[in-house]
């Protein structure tokens, strides 16, 4: 493989539950819906903010009423994020990784379906910028199509000038990974969340489940 695209929420950072906590709380504020794991796992992890708020709230929303609506959500998170004492870290074996492949000289880059202020804000909390350059990140800014449609990996593919056939993609929802997969990566390896090993290792089209960055399965990709 000749580069790599990550995915950030749940790949790189396991914070699912945190996303979790922090759109249940704010449905809780906004509305009288309750989300069932499965309405997370298909409706809300992976996808554009805007498809997650006009699945809960069950109806089309404007740009302007869809921004301000999730930057209450967000908000909600970062300041979760914020107060944590523990989990607040890369998942296992991230920044070794990440080490190894800026002294191999490989290519990197992140796909993601959060907004600017929180990829900032990862920037910031986690010094992203050791090993990614920020304005080659592809972010949730309104002009890109929600995961799975390829277009997230597609974008940050050419942005570090690789074709997707020679990119391995690490991802964590479904719907991430079928964007991957639409996207026509070179392989695709999923990441765990909440021991959801045998659902991942039931997705034909995933070359490799991980639980965490550590397994030797990933460096043999780059030897």
Do not use: C
Request: glycine residues 4%; hydrophobic residues 40%.
């Amino acid at each position: 493989m000749k580069g790599v695209v990550f995915d950030f929420n749940g790949t790189l950072f396991r914070d699912s539950a945190y996303h979790e906590s922090a759109w249940q709380t704010f449905i809780s504020q906004e509305t009288d819906r309750k989300l069932t794991k499965e309405d997370f796992e298909y409706h809300i992890h992976g996808v554009n903010n805007q498809f997650a708020l006009e699945y809960i709230f069950q109806r089309s929303l404007q740009l302007d009423e869809m921004e301000e609506l999730a930057e209450r959500k967000e908000k909600i998170y970062r300041d979760n994020v914020l107060a944590l004492t523990d989990g607040n870290t890369l998942i296992k074996g991230v920044p070794e990784l990440l080490d190894f492949l800026h002294e191999k000289q490989i290519p990197v880059n992140i796909a993601t379906a959060s907004m600017e202020a929180n990829v900032r804000f990862y920037f910031n909390f986690f010094d992203l910028g050791r090993w990614f350059e920020y304005d080659k990140v592809v972010f949730n800014d309104g002009t890109v199509k929600s995961k799975p449609d390829p277009d997230f990996y597609v974008k940050a593919s050419k942005n570090i000038a690789i074709a997707p056939k020679d990119v391995v993609v690490f991802e964590d929802s479904y719907s991430g990974l079928k964007a991957a997969e639409n996207a026509g990566a070179g392989r695709i390896f999923a990441v765990t969340t909440d021991d959801n090993r045998p659902e991942l290792e039931a997705i034909d089209f995933v070359d490799k489940v991980v639980d965490d960055f550590t397994d030797p399965a990933i460096y043999d990709l780059f030897h």
